[in-house]
């Protein structure tokens, strides 16, 4: 059974940082495409950031490019989202989701990131 | 403002078909291909229908899709109270080297 374990979230101030980290179980890690999708308070669904099976290719949402960095390490299957410079925009319940089948195919349960003084 | 437009709201009674509507430009929904997600309250989102019009393993028939140009749609027959959830569409967007997402849809069943 694909399981996908979020975790790392917490209360930052402004202009703070937080790692957040996926623990991925019951699937070839190595081979899958990976993505952080965020969904503000009472909010639709925000695309974040991708990686790529290797590492090799990432894509950010503008609104995060430059804040954010995605990374993986297949051998501890296991994927990471460093948050810098926090906005309180930022706000939001923070997925895992791997590819296929198609953009989102397997969601976790979410780490909740809160920006706030 | 979400890239792909859906309506914020639709509502069907039990048995009744409903169809959920998402449009975008060329750049995304005219080039690539659509994707659909249910999230029932409190839950994380679930995939529903990938490449456009093809369904996972376990989501049941009732549930179909189309895309036609830069607009997509969902189908939900034989409405059951269980679907009651939002529904988001997303493709990817070349011109944005990104994913997108409408801004989701709230089904009622009356």
């Known amino acids: 059974e694909v399981q996908l374990v979020e975790s790392g979230g917490g209360l930052v101030q402004p202009g703070g940082s937080l790692r957040l980290s996926c623990a991925a179980s019951g699937f070839t890690f190595s081979s899958f495409e990976m993505n952080w999708v965020r969904q503000a308070p009472g909010k639709g669904l925000d695309w974040v950031s991708y990686i790529s099976s290797s590492g090799t290719t990432i894509y950010y949402a503008d609104s995060v490019k430059g804040r954010f960095t995605i990374s993986r390490d297949n051998a501890k299957n296991s994927l990471y989202l460093q948050m810098n410079s926090l906005r309180a925009e930022d706000t939001a319940l923070y997925y895992c989701t791997r590819g296929s089948p198609g953009i989102f195919g397997y969601w976790g349960q979410g780490a909740l990131v809160t920006v706030s003084s | 403002q979400s890239v792909l437009a859906q309506p914020p709201s639709t509502s069907g009674t039990p048995g009744q078909r409903v169809t959920i509507s998402c449009s975008g430009r060329t750049s995304n929904i005219g080039l690539n291909t659509v994707n659909w997600y249910q999230q029932l309250p409190g839950t994380a989102p679930k995939l529903l229908i990938f490449s456009s019009n093809q369904r996972p393993s376990g989501v049941p028939d009732r549930f179909s899709a189309s895309k036609s140009g830069t607009s997509a749609s969902l189908a939900i027959s034989g409405l059951q109270s269980e679907d009651e959830a939002d529904y988001y569409c997303?493709?990817?967007?070349?011109?944005?080297?990104?994913?997108?997402f409408g801004g989701g849809t709230k089904l009622t069943v009356l």
């Open positions: 997303a493709s990817w967007d070349d011109s944005l080297n990104g994913w997108v």
